[in-house]
């Protein structure tokens, strides 16, 4: 959610912020359960050590990283570009008493320097946010993957969940510096005759 900060999402989320304090309910979880779980999977499956550092970009109410918290998952940063979005996840986190998730108010596009050393950095939405912005997405895309370059360790993981860019089109964009590991199975629909998946989910590994 790098949108400007008189954006919708800023709003989106001091609704949220609101509805919390109000009745204690996290709000919506962009992109829905199925591909917190995928994620999850995934990292277990892969073995991936329970001490590895992990970002969350655009970590929105911050719920991925408590169930990566419940899961065992000890090293956990979360970064939004909306400080009402950190606000909220701080309060989901304290709700759910995980004081070892670090969340920070960060633009990814202008990463802090202390942003740096992930061994896996994941992604449900972010990308597909500042790629819909009107003022040269194109160019907003490069420093993105700039940013992954920098904030990626060696060999590190990307983990991305797309629901406007195809397996294609993200393997192009993230072609300096990453190489695909796995497509993660997705659900699929069915349009006018053709198959088709509405969201996208890849691995990939820093080069």
Not at 77 to 93: C, F, H, M, N, W
Request: hydrophobic share 40%.
């Amino acid at each position: 959610s790098f949108l400007p900060p008189d954006s919708s999402w800023d709003a989106a989320y001091e609704r949220e912020l609101q509805t919390f304090q109000d009745i204690g309910d996290t709000g919506e979880i962009w992109f829905g359960e199925e591909s917190m779980v995928r994620i999850i999977r995934w990292l277990e499956k892969h073995k991936v050590p329970l001490d590895s550092s992990v970002l969350d970009i655009g970590t929105g109410n911050g719920v991925l990283l408590v169930e990566l918290a419940k899961s065992g998952y000890m090293n956990l940063t979360g970064i939004d570009y909306s400080p009402s979005a950190i606000q909220l996840s701080e309060k989901v986190r304290e709700k759910e008493g995980m004081p070892n998730i670090k969340l920070k108010v960060e633009d990814f596009l202008a990463p802090s320097a202390e942003l740096s050393g992930f061994d896996i950095c994941i992604d449900k939405g972010t990308f597909d946010a500042i790629s819909l912005d009107p003022s040269d997405a194109v160019g907003k895309r490069q420093l993105y993957v700039g940013s992954l370059c920098r904030v990626v360790k060696h060999e590190g993981f990307f983990l991305i969940t797309s629901c406007n860019w195809t397996k294609e089109e993200l393997l192009n964009e993230f072609r300096e510096g990453f190489e695909i590991l796995e497509e993660l199975p997705t659900p699929k629909f069915c349009f006018g005759g053709r198959i088709g998946n509405s969201v996208t989910a890849l691995v990939f590994q820093r080069k």
